[in-house]
């Protein structure tokens, strides 16, 4: 197998998660009153599993140059 083989299947891995995290009954597990160090627990969960889709797209492209 190929590295850009590999890449590519490890990004279509990443995108699949992030529909898994952005789309399904998972997050509204998060929509609840209550709060967290002051922010809701719903925009927390997004921007923080949006910022760990990021830094893992990061490092599979920063391994894919090796």
Do not use: C, H, K, N
């Amino acid at each position: 197998m190929t590295r850009a083989t590999l890449v590519r299947q490890r990004l279509l891995t990443l995108f699949l998660a992030g529909l898994l995290l952005f789309f399904s009954p998972l997050a509204l597990q998060f929509e609840t009153p209550g709060r967290w160090l002051g922010v809701p627990p719903l925009p927390l969960y997004l921007f923080t599993a949006w910022a760990a889709l990021i830094a893992l797209a990061a490092w599979i492209l920063s391994r894919s140059g090796d």
